[in-house]
């Protein structure tokens, strides 16, 4: 499949590490934020999500945290894997259930 | 149960032309969001449709229009195609009361 990767910012770990991917959100009014990842030629898969009432969030190997004050998102996955080695998106959930996704962070998992 | 699906999944046109992008949302769902995506940057929200009406729409041209029919797919129309055009097209679907969006595979549309 193609790159979407093209011009992003990279992160490059090795397989088992712990991965920190980090986001800036534009609207200090947004509510609900999610983080998807989308592997070379396929959509955005849900990862994980996180309302404005939380600063913290977790799932399996994932951990979603939310700073409002500076309008910050960080996506953690633990124990890296080759299979993670993706595009990663933050988005903010607007209106009716439209996203405003983020520039993405290309992840490189090496064995 | 049958995710998101679009076809085509390629497609190459000419400066000028007209083309028709097809959406089937994942089973359940009612609402339908067309994206499109350049290479290298993140999605960008062109329109929603629910009840057959776009309900919502992002900042992109009238040569851009959609429908929705009765059994929730849609359609995404681009008129009068530019080079610019070139990008990957995706359509997700979700309830209309829900939050969490389903991605189909995209639409790869080259203009040349």
């Known amino acids: 499949g193609e790159s979407v990767g093209l011009h992003l910012p990279t992160l490059s770990v090795q397989e088992g590490d712990n991965s920190i991917i980090n986001c800036a959100y534009s609207n200090s009014a947004s509510d609900y934020f999610i983080w998807y990842k989308q592997e070379s030629g396929k959509g955005p898969q849900f990862i994980i999500d996180i309302r404005s009432n939380m600063d913290k969030r977790q799932g399996q190997r994932v951990t979603v945290l939310l700073n409002k004050t500076v309008k910050h998102l960080s996506l953690q996955i633990a124990a890296t894997q080759p299979g993670d080695s993706a595009v990663y998106f933050c988005a903010e959930f607007e209106g009716y259930s439209t996203l405003t996704f983020g520039k993405g962070t290309m992840l490189l998992v090496s064995p | 149960d049958a995710g998101v699906t679009q076809s085509p999944t390629h497609l190459i046109k000419t400066r000028g032309q007209q083309v028709t992008l097809r959406c089937s949302p994942k089973?359940?769902?009612?609402?339908v969001s067309w994206y499109q995506q350049a290479l290298g940057q993140g999605p960008q929200f062109i329109f929603q449709?629910?009840?057959?009406?776009?309900?919502q729409r992002g900042n992109f041209p009238d040569r851009f229009s959609g429908h929705q029919f009765p059994n929730y797919s849609s359609e995404l129309n681009v008129n009068a195609l530019l080079l610019g055009d070139s990008a990957l097209y995706l359509c997700?679907?979700?309830?209309?009361?829900?939050?969490?969006?389903?991605f189909g595979p995209g639409t790869r549309l080259t203009v040349t």
């Open positions: 089973s359940g769902h009612d609402t």
């Open positions: 449709y629910y009840e057959e009406e776009e309900r």
């Open positions: 997700a679907s979700s309830l209309e009361r829900g939050s969490e969006q389903y």
